[in-house]
């Protein structure tokens, strides 16, 4: 008898889990009858890139509570499963296998960065099931003939500043800048744009005057200042991180060299950290490309920017949005397919064009988008969205741009 | 002119880098501890003098009157609380322990001041003098005018106080100075407490000079620790040739090679001189075997 002394707490521990098995079931879903829909995902909410994925996080589940509070996708709840893959590589693998396989999740949405997302796109692919991720700009990503991934930012990193070299190779002849320089930080996420920009002007026929990589660890930027003073550029165009794009404006102004037109990759996207850093006075007329500005005009950026504020406090980040973006191009898709039919899904995104809050997303036949970033600008101590001109948050565009100091 | 520009902020940024080897020389020399903390106490001292600057408008090179007492606390603190204890065990439990100091500092700092960049910019953080087509960086320049004046007192006080002498003599030969009456212990705290005191005048001018967080401390440990193996280990003299080859030798590269390959041209330099004179450039070869 003694034996089964544990056997009532076992009975009724049995019994509570079957209940909660069973109110788990018909709870969430408004009619009782349909199940609620589930959306698996595995972001890395620990390790490295704990911050922004928990970012990502915050953006899908402000996504869930949108759609549920509206009646839900193809009239059932929906009902995110998210996972921690520790920012590890083999984890977000036997992740994404777990949740298709096992947990039988209805859709997918991808994980951060591209060095998770690789990997883990590959497991979706091979379950034939569709897999847009709001981080994933790598080349790598899309060398591979995968049909069922999408980047859901408007660019890959060669892209993000197109706007930028457009509007430089499209000003008058007269105005337009002869020469130009590249300084650029060794970095996966700098480089492709600069190189990016560097082609187009090229090809706009203005003269690359200077261009140098330096490594992540530079932290005395006088003498590439001294330097690229010395070669006189009229443009400016640098891929910086953080530290090095203040760094190398401090020692623009100390060596007393202030390019017609500049451009930073992120740095200037780092609200007051760069101002105070640079010194609000200079950082007027520095453009910067993101994927999402809080005060661009596209649908749903507002009530997605109040709903942040309700749930989490604060200015989301741009990771967030991201996730938000990535979620609705998913609901868009099923939304028109009217089914869970992933191949359909797939192909409907692969022919159109999905309104996003990062503004219309289309993808090429790999996965690619195929727009290109925001171009903003600070213009009086604020950061301003120049181009695209319909939802500019600034008329005016500043060029050329004032010595430093804004005089 | 390109050249003199370039050797010029050279010598300035390496000035810099003198005081902040500085203080990681005179500890290694006296007590064998290879203080990883270093780079970390430097942040911390950085981030002090931003916090002094923020509430009160105090200029940053001003604050070191506020921040050198504080670091030198902090310093003496540290070594009774914790460096003591390993005093008698080998030189590698000594990294250990200040590795986890260093990560200690960092996740302190990271809570209280968060995982932001702090600039400090008085008025004059992005001017300059111009000098006949040269520029003077004006945060550089009195940042080396400020290394200079701390380390010429760092260096008067070691050679001509009393308690200099006994720091000395306590580096040199540790069991003769015991010999002498020197009391080696409170010698050790007290040049502990120099050593962590250094960097808050370098975390002070380094605020001028860039923007820093919490994890901006790795980049310094490794150059800090580069500059006093190539100048020879425990060496003050040493710490400042070698801090001024390094701003030079950075500066160079990066104007006529590029800017990849200067980091990378420090540490050649640096093997090759430890081919050649393997105690460093100004470090004397020590009878370790007889000494232990």
């Known amino acids: 008898m003694r034996k089964f002394r544990h056997l009532p707490a076992a009975l009724v521990a049995l019994a509570l889990l079957v209940a909660a098995g069973c109110s788990s079931n018909s709870g969430g879903g408004g009619g009782g009858t349909s199940k609620p829909l589930v959306v698996g995902a595995s972001l890395p909410l620990s390790g490295d890139f704990s911050q922004p994925g928990e970012a990502s996080r915050r953006g899908y589940a402000i996504w869930q509570d949108m759609v549920n509070k ?19 590589q083999n984890t977000v693998v036997s992740d994404y296998n777990r949740l298709i396989s096992q947990d039988k999740v209805d859709l997918l949405l991808g994980s951060f960065s591209s060095l998770l997302n690789i990997p883990a796109s590959a497991v979706a692919e ?28 408007p660019a890959t990193a060669v892209h993000q500043a197109d706007l930028f070299a457009q509007y430089v190779a499209g000003l008058p002849t007269e105005e337009r800048p002869k020469t130009a320089a590249y300084p650029t930080q060794d970095d996966p996420f ?21 261009s140098k990589v330096y490594p992540a660890d530079t932290s005395n930027f006088d003498t590439i200042a001294s330097d690229i003073k010395a070669a006189k550029p009229d443009v400016l165009v640098q891929g910086a991180v953080f530290e090095d794009g203040v760094g190398l404006v401090r020692s623009l102004v100390k060596a007393g060299f202030s390019p017609k037109a500049m451009f ?31 005060a661009a005009k596209y649908p749903l950026n507002q009530e997605f920017l109040q709903a942040y504020q309700a749930k989490f406090k604060g200015v989301p980040e741009e990771d967030a949005a991201d996730g938000f973006a990535a979620a609705q191009v998913l609901q868009a898709a099923v939304q028109a397919v009217g089914s869970l039919d992933q191949d359909k899904i797939s192909d409907w995104l692969h022919n159109n064009k999905v309104q996003t809050i990062l503004g219309p997303l289309s993808w090429d036949e790999r996965g690619a988008p195929q727009q290109a970033f925001i171009l903003a600008q600070w213009q009086s101590g604020a950061a301003q969205v120049v181009l695209p001109q319909d939802v500019a948050t600034s008329q005016k565009i500043v060029f050329p741009k004032p010595n430093w100091g804004g005089q | ?52 600057w923020r509430r009160t408008g105090l200029d940053p090179l001003l604050a070191i009157v506020v921040t050198t007492p504080l670091m030198f606390g902090i310093g003496w603190l540290l070594y009774r609380g914790l460096l003591a204890r390993v005093r008698a065990a080998p030189e590698a439990m000594t990294v250990l322990l200040t590795f986890a100091l260093a990560i200690a500092i960092e996740g302190i700092m990271g809570l209280v001041w968060r995982n932001v960049f702090r600039s400090v910019t008085p008025s004059y953080f992005a001017s300059s003098f111009h000098v006949g087509g040269l520029f003077l ?15 010429g007192l760092l260096y008067l006080a070691l050679t001509r106080t009393w308690t200099g002498r006994a720091i000395r003599a306590s580096a040199e030969n540790m069991q003769g100075a015991q010999l002498v009456g020197v009391r080696v212990v409170d010698v050790a705290a007290l040049t502990f407490a120099i050593g962590i005191a250094t960097t808050g005048a370098g975390g002070s001018i380094l605020s001028i000079l860039q923007p820093f967080f919490p994890a901006s401390h790795y980049v310094w440990i490794s150059k800090l620790l580069g500059i006093i193996v190539l100048g020879g280990m425990g ?44 105690q460093g450039i100004a470090g004397s070869r020590l009878r370790e075997d007889v000494v232990a």
Not at chain 1, 70 to 88: F, M, P, Y
Not at chain 2, 43 to 50: D, K, P, V
Not at chain 2, 260 to 277: A, T
Request: hydrophobic letters at 50%; a positive charge.
């Open chain 2, 1 to 52: 002119m390109k050249l003199a520009q370039t050797v010029l902020l050279g010598l300035l940024t390496g000035g810099v880098y003198a005081l902040l080897a500085s203080g990681l020389t005179l500890v290694f020399g006296v007590m064998r501890i290879i203080n990883v903390a270093q780079g970390a106490l430097l942040i911390l001292a950085a981030l002090f003098t931003f916090e002094i």
């Open chain 1, 190 to 210: 700098t480089k492709p744009v600069v190189e990016g920009v560097k082609s187009k002007l090229e090809a706009a026929g203005i003269k690359t005057v200077y």
């Open chain 1, 70 to 88: 509206n009646g839900g996708l193809l009239k059932r709840q929906v009902q995110l499963k998210i996972v921690d893959d520790a920012s590890d």
């Open chain 2, 137 to 151: 960086p004006k945060g550089l320049a009195a940042g080396c005018l400020t290394a200079a004046v701390v380390l």
């Open chain 1, 126 to 153: 091979k379950a034939g099931m569709t897999y847009v991720c709001p981080s994933c700009g790598s080349p790598d990503m899309f060398n591979r003939k995968f049909k069922h991934i999408f980047f859901a930012q």
């Open chain 1, 264 to 294: 930073q990759t992120s740095a200037p996207s780092n609200g007051d950290q760069y101002s105070k850093g640079v010194g609000v006075a200079n950082t007027e007329g520095v453009f910067y490309a993101v994927s999402w500005s809080p």
């Open chain 2, 235 to 278: 060496s003050l003299p040493g710490a400042v040739i070698g801090a001024l080859l390094l701003g030079v030798a950075e500066n160079v590269t990066s104007a006529y090679v590029s800017p990849r390959w200067s980091l990378v041209v420090f540490y050649v330099v640096i093997m090759v001189v430890l081919l050649v004179r393997p």
